[in-house]
């Protein structure tokens, strides 16, 4: 009997924590209980989570974090990031506090100083789609360009329970581009959020309208007499940026992360979880743990 592949969802922590956060921080609601801690970034964050296993049904789970905000793009590029303020203080004890409850259920928490998230999720959605169908779960739209036939990406959309999911078809109807033509798409037109600026005057349309015609950077550079007057001095004034922004657009998939198949199997103790949620006064998640099947000996 052929056994039925694994599912691998891979979780950007970063992600749901920070859009769990914000839902309610906005009016106020920190969920402060009686130890004097906020835990409204958890709850929303382990909400998240569970109505993601109850939707796509992984066999498998494992959740990447990002380990502060040094890393190699802010060593190449000072301006990296640097657009970000200061993580709100109602914030700042709720990100050890998910790791905890994260491995309550047994789950792995995976992060590497000096890299990000999204390059922890590129490195082991490549390794496992060997032996795995890879899902990864995030509001990030950065991640789709890790789109392959063995990957796909759930887009978190507003809400809880809603989802936008891509493939490498679903991606190239919205776009008209390969995934993988994303890093070239970004590295053109920059990127406001992680504040690198890409060739000053190019959008979204010119550059998504340059790589249908050329394919990738270098095929645009070949043909830069080919071009419109404006869109050739544009390039040729900053050149250097747009190959410095191709590398920090790319996610990194070798860097020194491991997750092994048996690791990250679903699997959790019923009355392990419900003791860290009532650790935290975590209240109203303990019936949307999911009944795990026990397997047939």
Partial sequence: MQTKKPSLMLVDGMALLFRAFYATSVTGQFMINSKGIPTNGIHGFIKHLLMAVSSFQPTHLAVCWDMGSKTFRTEMY???????????VELLPQFN????????????NIGLAGFEADDCIGTIAKKSKQYASVSILTGDQDILQLLDEEISVILLKKGYGNYL?????????????????????????????DNYPGVKGIGEKTALKLLKEYQ?????????DNLSKSHKSKIEQDLEMLHLSRVLAEIKC??????????AEF??????????????????????LPVLEVPVL
């Fill in 78 to 88: 000072e301006g990296y990031k640097s657009n970000r303020s200061e993580a709100p």
């Fill in 216 to 224: 990738h950077i270098e095929g645009i550079i070949e043909n830069l």
């Fill in 267 to 288: 699997k959790f103790d019923r009355e392990k979880v419900i003791a860290a949620f009532a650790e935290l006064e975590l209240r109203g998640l303990h019936a949307m």
């Fill in 165 to 193: 999911v891509h493939t490498p078809e679903t991606f190239f109807e919205e776009k008209g581009i390969s995934p993988l033509q994303m890093i070239d798409m970004k590295a053109l037109m920059g990127d406001p959020s």
């Fill in 97 to 108: 506090l998910v790791k905890e409850v994260v491995s309550a259920f047994e789950i792995p």
């Fill in 254 to 263: 070798d860097v020194p992360v491991d997750c092994s198949i048996d690791e």
